[in-house]
């Protein structure tokens, strides 16, 4: 079975700082991993996905993470955070086995202080 | 995201009524899914469905929930004999092959269910 763990379900960085958002999964067979972002009232924006290939992912945004098999980790950054970055973000893992059942963290919220 | 459709956005029910949602995936997409987010809590996969075929219904509940997606027209998630407890945000998302990992799913914006 596959899950996904986000720790801190609430990150407070200020303007300008770097943003860390943490996530690792848990998968037998190679995992495919996502980070999408959630705005109040809104659907899930795709934000980056990994697949196969490079393990580090860029998305849009200025966002970007890197897929660690060794510590299972999938975090996400983005060098410089903006107001506009504020919103809630869940990572998600899903594999071939599961087809397009997507698993997802539970989410950590993100508030940016000016 | 926009291309997939969802209606109502919002829907109050009492206690014991139905809730229908609905949602059109986007053009040229033939499967369909539907997650639910409760308060405070990720999504979760309720069902899986292609045109006129229910794929994988496993975290569908065993009682009052049931879903569709008809060779014409948009799929419907129907919730009968509505509790407290389902008021939740309910999304479908779609996807062009069953590939999903690999073809991205587009979400759709969501219906939010009171119980009242």
């Known amino acids: 079975a596959q899950s996904v763990t986000q720790l801190g379900s609430h990150v407070s960085v200020s303007e300008g700082a770097l943003v860390l958002l943490r996530c690792n999964y848990s998968s037998s067979v190679p995992p495919y991993l996502f980070w999408y972002v959630q705005y109040p009232n809104q659907g899930l924006q795709l934000l980056l996905k990994y697949t196969t290939g490079a393990t580090l992912v860029k998305g849009i945004n200025g966002f970007e993470a890197e897929f660690k098999k060794s510590e299972t980790s999938f975090h996400l950054t983005k060098p410089s955070a903006h107001m506009s970055d504020a919103a809630e973000y869940f990572c998600a893992v899903t594999t071939s086995n599961t087809g397009n059942q997507f698993y997802f963290g539970t989410g950590t919220s993100l508030t940016v202080i000016p | 995201n926009a291309g997939v459709m969802q209606n109502p956005r919002h829907l109050v029910r009492r206690r014991g009524q139905e809730a229908r949602l609905r949602c059109s995936p986007m053009?040229?997409?033939?499967?369909v899914y539907w997650y639910r987010q409760l308060p405070e809590e990720g999504l979760k996969f309720m069902v899986y469905l292609q045109k006129e075929n229910i794929i994988d219904e496993s975290g569908m509940p065993k009682e009052r929930f049931s879903a569709e997606f008809p060779k014409e027209g948009p799929s419907i998630l129907r919730i009968q004999q509505v509790v407290r407890g389902d008021s939740a945000a309910y999304f479908c998302a779609s996807s062009r092959t069953r590939d999903g990992p690999r073809n991205t799913i587009y979400f759709g914006e969501g219906s939010w269910l009171t119980v009242v």
């Open positions: 053009k040229g997409h033939s499967h």
